[in-house]
């Protein structure tokens, strides 16, 4: 299997496994956190929305400067708006995917706030980080649920929650 190919595959599960968490986020929780330090579970879970589409950007961009480019944190008013936008940023990370060639893999993408650079990496290892930024997340949203008690859905298997194992 080629390297995009893998990605695509890789995407399109790990998408599931956001969709079922997602699902679980109670509107009357959004604003909710565990901690003064911590995202509101709304800013946590917009954010991990927005991660599919950093595939998008980093193949059709060289990097993402912080510094001219202001961030507006998407805000939702219900919970039922988290598929929709997880499906529209998938939807652009999956046909950017589509149409790359192996090589669009390899050029470097800086991440910066002006002069300070945070990092550079190959835009494959961008995608990369977009999922695993993704997989990080979505278990601290498994956190902020479980402390909320919240029935927790199954990941990679069965979840403590999932009564038919």
Same mark, same amino acid.
């Given at each position: ?9 890789? #995407? ?8 079922? #968490?997602? !699902?679980?986020?109670?509107? %009357? ?12 579970? #709304? ?13 998008? #950007?980093?193949?059709?961009?060289? =990097? ?16 039922? =708006? ?21 090589? %669009? ?26 999922? !695993? ?25 069965? !979840?403590? %929650?999932?009564?038919?194992?």
């Amino acid at each position: 299997m080629k390297i995009i190919e893998s990605l695509i595959k890789e #995407m399109k599960e790990e998408a599931e496994t956001t969709r079922k #968490m997602l !699902s679980a986020v109670p509107t %009357d929780k959004l604003d909710w956190r565990p901690h003064p330090k911590s995202m509101t579970i #709304m800013q946590l879970t917009t954010h991990i929305t927005e991660l599919p589409g950093w595939v998008a #950007m980093a193949l059709k961009t060289e =990097e993402l400067d912080f510094a001219g480019m202001p961030y507006t944190p998407t805000t939702i008013a219900d919970s039922k =708006e988290l598929l929709p936008l997880l499906g529209k940023n998938l939807a652009a990370g999956l046909e950017a995917l589509a149409h790359a060639k192996e090589e %669009d893999l390899l050029p470097n993408w800086t991440l910066r706030t002006g002069e300070h650079i945070h990092s550079i990496r190959t835009k494959g290892e961008v995608i990369r980080m977009a999922f !695993s930024q993704t997989v990080h997340h979505r278990a601290q949203l498994g956190v902020f649920l479980r402390l909320l008690d919240v029935p927790i859905p199954g990941s990679y298997g069965p !979840s403590a %929650d999932d009564t038919k194992f």
